[in-house]
């Protein structure tokens, strides 16, 4: 990303980001429809997603299960969606039989929104079955899919599982700096986009379709994040879209297991929705997670994720997405089994990271293949 400053109308300019688009394409699995770059973060593309495809007094189907969902379905509020909004515990997922319920019975609904990842909570929702839900009910609502915490870390299918606008933002998956943000729009949504009148002029589809077919944008765009995208995916077709999803499975499960071996448990309720790029822990009982968390930062200079609004001081998290390997998560569970017996846990030193060893050393295969971009990282 440091490169000298560009001329973003240059002749030359498409040759960077012409491709960009197209990789892009193939990490959203979007071959139909077509991707935007925003330089805003996740929330950006949220606005855009809305404001480019409905219209004032739509009515729209939401869930609320961590602060993410929250944060969009109150976005959708007060932009003037009539929402429909079905609350479920934190540490749940997308309520796929409400789902249901709903669109059987209102034939009204034009949007029905999920978060993949809840980041928050640690839970991920199966977007497939989101899609089939509002195929046998015969619904023509658009879908939009919250990727932020998922794209280019675990599997996401948006032409597959017919997700209409999916958002992402760069500093997840895509390991880059905050501040630019991604949406995956399909055909459908860029039909929806001609005859919706919301107001929008910076995050418009239209200007931007316009310049971005030939390299350009319709306003200055951040070329040094441009120049970090471009490395961002050569590092994830390196080693592999499978490969990357592989390994995020196995960083997270020996997580898991770690944190199993300590006699906690997830913020997860069920199996069926343990994320695999973050894991958020329960404290024991009269154990503060904000006090595990200062502990972890300013004993250790480890930057645990706090538990937000509804489970602060009872959650702290790990995050194990993007440019990571199985050592790594080594040390976040070596630090938080000291944090947390600082703070007043009953755990036994050693044991979360011993679980995960144990675990990392039946799944860790490779031995003569290139260690490639999550080799000798430290
Ligand atoms: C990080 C994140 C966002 C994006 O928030 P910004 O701070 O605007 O980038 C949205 N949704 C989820 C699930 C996230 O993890």
Redesign the pocket.
């Known amino acids: 990303m440091n490169v000298p400053m560009q001329d973003h109308r240059a002749p030359d300019f498409p040759e960077l980001t012409l491709p960009l688009f197209a990789d892009l394409k193939k990490v959203f699995a979007n071959e139909t429809g077509r991707v935007f770059m925003y330089p805003s973060?996740?929330?950006?593309a949220w606005e855009a997603a809305i404001s480019n495809t409905l219209n004032r007094g739509d009515r729209v189907l939401m869930s609320r299960f961590g602060q993410?969902s929250h944060l969009w379905a109150a976005m959708a509020r007060r932009l003037g969606l009539d929402v429909i909004c079905i609350d479920r515990e934190w540490g749940e997922g997308v309520p796929l039989e409400d789902y249901a319920r709903h669109l059987a019975e209102d034939k009204t609904i034009k949007g029905v929104f999920a978060?993949h990842?809840?980041?928050a909570t640690g839970v991920t929702s199966n977007i497939a079955s989101v899609r089939r839900v509002m195929d046998e009910a015969g619904s023509d609502a658009l879908l939009f899919v919250?990727a932020?915490?998922s794209l280019a870390s675990i599997p996401f299918e948006q032409e597959a599982w017919g997700v209409d606008l999916a958002v992402t933002?760069s500093?997840?998956g895509l390991m880059m700096p905050?501040g630019m943000s991604m949406l995956g729009v399909s055909a459908k949504a860029l039909e929806a986009h001609k005859s919706s009148t919301m107001p929008r002029c910076y995050f418009s589809f239209e200007d931007m379709r316009t310049s971005n077919d030939l390299g350009y944008f319709p306003y200055t765009p951040s070329t040094p994040m441009l120049h970090g995208l471009r490395c961002s995916l050569d590092l994830l077709f390196d080693e592999g879209l499978p490969q990357v999803f592989q390994r995020h499975h196995r960083l997270a499960e020996g997580v898991r297991r770690g944190v199993n071996a300590l006699g906690l448990s997830l913020c997860a309720l069920h199996p069926q929705w343990y994320s695999d790029t973050v894991t958020a822990i329960r404290t024991p009982e009269g154990v503060d997670a904000a006090e595990v968390c200062r502990i972890g930062f300013y004993r250790y200079r480890t930057s645990f994720g706090a538990g937000l609004s509804k489970v602060a001081g009872t959650v702290f998290r790990i995050g194990h997405l993007g440019h990571l390997n199985e050592v790594m998560c080594l040390a976040a569970l070596a630090s938080a089994e000291m944090s947390l017996a600082d703070a007043g846990a009953k755990v036994e030193l050693g044991a979360g990271v011993a679980a995960a060893q144990d675990y990392y050393r039946s799944a860790t295969t490779a031995l003569e293949a290139d260690p490639g971009p999550q080799g000798g990282a430290s």
């Open positions: 973060s996740g929330t950006g993410f978060c990842n809840e980041t919250d932020v915490s933002g500093q997840k905050p």
